[in-house]
């Protein structure tokens, strides 16, 4: 055969993969979806966040004669990848409402005279008649649907600009529709499927396992210390803290900043030139930290985000997953961190509480508990998770979770759990947590002195633990349903019927602590990076330098230079020739030849000095 990168067939893909791309192999499913593209067939591809789906058509498109279409829902994010596919030495561009009319008529041009291997375009695009018509006089390649699950109603974000996409099999009948996605139940997958019309597409679910993320629950302590020395163990690196209202990302955003901590907020109250502005920031390294709502992170491909920690309850488990994936695409480690407080709990009922539509009412309700199952399981966090999506975790224990690495320690607190219940029914279910804890820790406070509480037997029999064990322990007890709480200004606590059962006996009460383990956490998201002598470390900080100078002239995002993982490699190995540096991961032909002189004089004057 003489064609140099046969369509089909068991040709290697491996010399164009490492020539364009810098990688000396194929993620798992990428090369099978690569064949099938390439051989024609349509494809529909689940694969989690970070599992490297722009691969997937970014090679065929280069390989493949004419312009591949790449449907996608974000102006931000077109841009972003169009800068990263140039990178490498792609011909990209994007057409968008952003570029002004003469824009639009320079990309259209290159695309009628194919000088493009890709073309990003909004969807709304497909619903006008002119572009249309423009495209059945244009070579195409194959027509690529990112973020695919925008076109069905039942997943989370829905765009209506998707349906016009119905017609694409009509409209190019001879090319191959692609679509991929990170986030399909199988209800969605059907549905995008259907709506797109694919024609016996091969299909792909991979694994929505990932494996660099590490998965923790901590019990969330009120006041501001906490998450503050949390990120003292990630000084220097990025990463996204998730909080559920404007009002509380807002108040620690500003929180950290008065620290010193370089952080921004980000929520759909802000305007919108402050939000690209943060956005953005975030994006180019410029800020280590955003705080941010559920609004941020769609269309986020920064590929260094090294820990996500999520200071406030998520929606549900799927939003969870959705909202840690963004950590680690790189495939480096990064650490995924959820503080959850039985206290929150109410705060979210008290929203889904306030719903009109009963049918999201009752789903919203579903999820909380399903969430709330999640945070206080002492089973493994991946296999909950693999689990939700109806996967199975092939081995025991993931080993890389808090649950995993016996952080957890369950302790019968079945005694304890009866002398709160003996409180409260002794005390006729009239008082609330507070004043409990006050008789069971031997308070003389005015109010136990008026009520004369200090005469129950129950009163300073919890003197073996602190307020915080028993806060704790009540808010377990309520949230297995043990305990009822009034509503009102002053809720009282009283006996549910598994509350009765506890004091009888006849059920065990085991709580979770957690064993504070000093250190583990810094070092365990750093993984590659950690592994770098102190002097490496030194040498990775200047090349980080570099890049971000490199990025800020070129007008580019620092990760579209070189991800993490190269840097880190870089470091550990530090080649002296351009052929050294070849052979590290990310860099192709076109980075090498770009990037070869700085990069190695950095090393040079590092190993010198
Ligand atoms: P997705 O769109 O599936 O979330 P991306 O396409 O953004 O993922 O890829 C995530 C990261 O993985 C990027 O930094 C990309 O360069 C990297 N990547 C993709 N394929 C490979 C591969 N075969 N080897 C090494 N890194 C890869
Ligand atoms: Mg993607």
């Known amino acids: 055969m003489n064609a140099p990168y046969p369509s089909s067939g068991a040709g290697s893909l491996d010399r164009p993969l490492h020539r364009i791309f810098g990688f000396s192999s194929f993620r798992p499913n990428q090369e099978q979806i690569v064949r099938a593209l390439m051989a024609g067939r349509d494809v529909f591809a689940v694969m989690p966040t970070g599992g490297g789906k722009s691969l997937c058509y970014q090679l065929p498109a280069v390989l493949m004669p004419g312009t591949a279409l790449v449907v996608s829902p974000l102006i931000s994010l077109m841009k972003d990848q169009v800068d990263a596919a140039r990178a490498n030495g792609i011909r990209a561009a994007f057409l968008n409402s952003s570029l002004d009319f003469a824009d639009q008529s320079a990309v259209l041009r290159s695309l009628q005279s194919a000088d493009l291997d890709l073309l990003y375009v909004a969807p709304e695009r497909f619903a006008l008649d002119q572009f249309r018509e423009l495209l059945t006089g244009c070579r195409i390649s194959m027509a690529v649907i990112d973020e695919a699950h925008c076109i069905s109603e039942w997943g989370h974000d829905f765009r209506p600009d998707y349906l016009s996409l119905s017609s694409l099999v009509e409209l190019l009948p001879d090319v191959p529709v692609a679509a991929f996605t990170a986030t399909a139940t199988r209800k969605v997958q059907q549905d995008i499927v259907e709506r797109l019309r694919l024609r016996d597409p091969f299909m792909l679910r991979a694994s929505f396992d990932r494996p660099n993320l590490f998965y923790e629950v901590r019990f969330k302590e009120p006041g501001e210390a906490q998450l503050v020395s949390l990120l003292q163990g990630f000084a220097g690196q990025s990463g996204i803290i998730y909080r559920t209202s404007r009002k509380s990302v807002n108040d620690t955003a500003a929180m950290l900043q008065k620290r010193g901590i370089r952080a921004l907020p980000y929520h759909a109250g802000l305007g919108d030139t402050e939000r690209k502005r943060n956005q953005e920031a975030f994006i180019r390294d410029e800020v280590e930290i955003i705080v941010a709502t559920v609004a941020f992170g769609m269309g986020i491909d920064k590929s260094n985000v090294r820990f996500v920690i999520h200071a406030d309850l998520p929606k549900s488990v799927e939003s969870y997953y959705q909202e840690t994936g963004r950590a680690g695409r790189d495939g480096e480690n990064a650490r995924c961190i959820m503080l959850f407080s039985h206290a929150d709990i109410p705060k979210v009922r008290f929203f889904i509480d306030a719903m009109q539509d009963e049918q999201e009412r009752c789903r919203a309700l579903d999820a909380l508990s399903k969430v709330v199952a999640f945070a206080s399981s002492t089973v493994c966090r991946r296999r909950m998770l693999l689990e939700h999506f109806d996967e199975a975790l092939p081995v025991e224990n993931c080993g890389t979770c808090d649950v995993c690495q016996g952080l957890h320690e369950v302790t019968d607190c079945t005694r304890q759990a009866q002398m709160v219940l003996?409180?409260?029914?002794?005390?006729?279910?009239?008082?609330?947590?507070?004043?409990?804890?006050?008789?069971?820790?031997?308070?003389?406070?005015?109010?136990?002195?008026?009520?004369?509480?200090?005469?129950?037997?129950?009163?300073g029999i919890g003197k073996g633990h602190d307020k915080k064990f028993w806060r704790r322990l009540i808010d377990d007890l309520i949230a297995r349903k043990a305990v009822g709480r009034s509503e009102g200004l002053y809720p009282m606590l009283y006996l549910l019927e598994g509350g009765a059962r506890i004091l009888r006996g006849e059920e065990r009460v085991e709580m979770v602590r957690i064993k504070e383990k000093k250190g583990k956490t810094a070092a365990a998201v750093r993984g590659g990076l950690d592994a770098l002598s102190e002097a490496d470390k030194q040498l990775f900080e200047q090349l980080r330098t570099l890049r971000k100078r490199l990025a800020d002239e070129q007008g580019v995002p620092p990760y579209v230079i070189f991800s993490d993982k190269t840097l880190v490699e870089l470091s550990d190995l530090q080649p002296s020739t351009p052929e050294e540096m070849l052979a590290i991961s990310g860099i192709g032909e076109v980075k090498l030849a770009r990037y070869a002189t700085p990069f190695l004089e950095a090393i040079a004057r590092h190993k010198a000095g």
Do not use: C, P, W
């Open 422 to 459: 003996s409180t409260i029914v002794r005390t006729d279910s009239r008082f609330g947590a507070t004043h409990l804890v006050d008789i069971l820790l031997g308070s003389k406070n005015q109010k136990i002195m008026e009520f004369g509480h200090d005469r129950l037997k129950v009163y």
